[in-house]
Nanobody, 126 residues
């Protein structure tokens, strides 16, 4: 089973950028599709971005298209989320996860993902 650790969150002003990292353990990381999700207190966990195991296919929620970019470096067992033009509504705890059954529907459903990391807080001030 893969273990995931997110990092890179922080406090940034609106319009700024952050790059989140998700470091994975396990020799089979390259075989996993990966997803990024976010959640605020009292709210459901929402899909943000996902990538196939090869980064050949990427998916984004509509509100982040053109601003966020998901990528992966299989040699480093790491997936990234580059976030540009951040908005206060992007504020949340961001999590990475892998599909439980190896692949995911579109749009990705958090219920189909597991091995959640501890999350990293992103706060965007206005």
């Amino acid at each position: 089973q893969v273990q995931l650790v997110e990092s890179g969150g922080g406090l940034v002003q609106a319009g700024g950028s952050l790059r989140l990292s998700c470091a994975a353990s396990g020799r089979t990381f390259a075989m996993y599709a990966m997803g990024w999700f976010r959640q605020n207190p009292g709210k459901e966990r929402d899909f943000v971005a996902a990538t196939s195991w090869s980064s050949g296919n990427t998916y984004y929620r509509d509100s982040v298209k053109g601003r966020f970019s998901i990528s992966r470096d299989n040699a480093k067992n790491t997936v990234y989320l580059q976030m540009n033009s951040l908005k206060p509504e992007d504020t949340a705890v961001y999590y990475c996860a892998v599909p439980i059954r190896g692949n995911f529907a579109v749009p990705p459903d958090p219920a189909d993902f597991g091995s959640w990391g501890q999350g990293t807080q992103v706060t965007v001030s206005s």
